[in-house]
């Protein structure tokens, strides 16, 4: 396509519930990058893929966040059990290939709002 | 934790008067990319300045990049109503993965008509 695309793009869940997000990169675009976004701060990093394989995860905060990206393009980010403090914007992002040097162009975003 | 820090954390000017924001890091980088976030909408690229590089333009964008003081600026010259955003300066750590581009907390610049 002809950018990132992210959906939903606004999503209230209640507490507890997990919630999917899906991401959609730029076509033939090999990296695939997650962060979140709370409100008045910058991005921070979540997650990273080069085709399918997770290449650095450090940046998820607990073990109720994960991330797939199993045919190397589309991904998922996954939120089990969400709580309040989860509500941010959750943005993702491509680059065209594995280099350091390239620009990673990001998607508009989704808000997750947990009640 | 974010790296990079930017100043001022807003700026007020006039239509047609230049802005001026910087950005101060921690560690060594690889490089370092300014984006532009409108209100509620998607994080756009503007520039990319690699670590060996100190200044490079992009249309009415100049960016430098002094490595020895950890800081890089973004002047953007004639401003128009259309460049209030909120500008981050993202850093790519030089001992990082690559996905991992740090990103300060951002200028608010309000540019009225």
């Known amino acids: 396509g002809a950018g990132v695309s992210q959906s939903p793009r606004y999503k209230v869940t209640k507490r507890g519930q997990d919630v999917a997000l899906r991401c959609d990169p730029i076509?033939?675009?090999?990296?695939l990058y997650w962060y979140r976004q709370a409100l008045g701060q910058g991005p921070e990093f979540l997650t990273y893929?080069?085709?399918?394989?997770?290449?650095?995860k450090s940046g998820l905060p607990n073990d109720r966040f994960s991330a797939e990206r199993p045919e190397g393009s589309i991904s998922t980010l996954t939120i089990q059990r969400t709580e309040q403090r989860d509500s941010a914007m959750y943005r993702c992002?491509?680059?065209?290939?594995?280099?350091?040097?390239?620009?990673?162009?990001f998607g508009e975003g989704s808000w997750l709002t947990v009640v | 934790s974010q790296q990079g820090e930017e100043d001022p954390q807003a700026l007020s000017i006039q239509e047609g008067e230049n802005a001026t924001m910087n950005c101060s890091y921690k560690?060594?980088?690889?490089?370092l990319q300014w984006y532009r976030q409108n209100s509620g909408r998607g994080l756009v690229h503007l520039i990319l300045?690699?670590?060996?590089?100190r200044e490079k333009h992009s249309g009415r964008l100049r960016v430098t990049l002094d490595t020895s003081k950890k800081s890089s600026s973004l002047l953007i010259t004639a401003s128009r109503a259309a460049d209030t955003a909120s500008y981050f300066c993202?850093?790519?750590?030089?001992?990082?993965?690559?996905?991992?581009?740090?990103f300060g907390k951002g200028t608010k610049l309000s540019v009225k008509p």
């Open positions: 992002a491509s680059s065209s290939s594995g280099n350091a040097g390239n620009t990673i162009y």
């Open positions: 076509s033939g675009h090999v990296s």
């Open positions: 893929f080069n085709y399918e394989a997770q290449q650095d």
């Open positions: 560690t060594s980088i690889n490089n």
């Open positions: 300045i690699r670590s060996n590089e």
């Open positions: 993202a850093t790519k750590w030089d001992g990082g993965s690559q996905g991992n581009l740090i």
